[in-house]
């Protein structure tokens, strides 16, 4: 079993910045591909972006392509989400997670394990 456990969001202003952070519990962690969703209120959740066991690849939803990226770094056992420009309908929860056989995987059925979530809200 994997644990994630999310940190880092919280509330700033149209155009901020903010950097999301995923630690993972198992020394595995290079095994897994990772991947971030956010759900925002009254929405279901969606994919945000993924990132190769090896750091190598990477893909991103077209909503925020240009302004978040995701990178990792496996000794440390984490994920992070730069996420730059940020815009009010970038108001979410964020939430991490972990997929051991696919990749690119876009849907969250195809993570194994998720995170909390934390929350980012974006004022205008």
């Known amino acids: 079993q994997v644990q994630l456990v999310e940190s880092g969001g919280g509330l700033v202003q149209a155009g901020g910045s903010l950097r999301l952070s995923c630690a993972a519990s198992?020394?595995?962690?290079?095994?897994?591909?990772m991947g971030w969703f956010r759900q925002a209120p009254g929405k279901e959740r969606e994919f945000v972006a993924t990132?190769?066991?090896?750091?190598?690849?990477?893909y991103y939803a077209d909503s925020v392509k240009g302004r978040f990226t995701i990178s990792r770094d496996n000794a440390k056992n984490a994920v992070y989400l730069q996420m730059n420009s940020l815009k009010p309908e970038d108001t979410a929860v964020y939430y991490c997670?972990?997929?051991?056989?696919?990749?690119?995987?876009?849907?969250?059925?195809?993570?194994?394990?998720w995170g909390q979530g934390t929350q980012v809200t974006v004022s205008s």
């Open positions: 990132i190769r066991r090896s750091g190598e690849k990477t």
């Open positions: 997670a972990s997929s051991f056989t696919v990749f690119p995987a876009y849907r969250d059925r195809e993570y194994d394990y």
């Open positions: 198992r020394r595995t962690f290079s095994s897994y591909a």
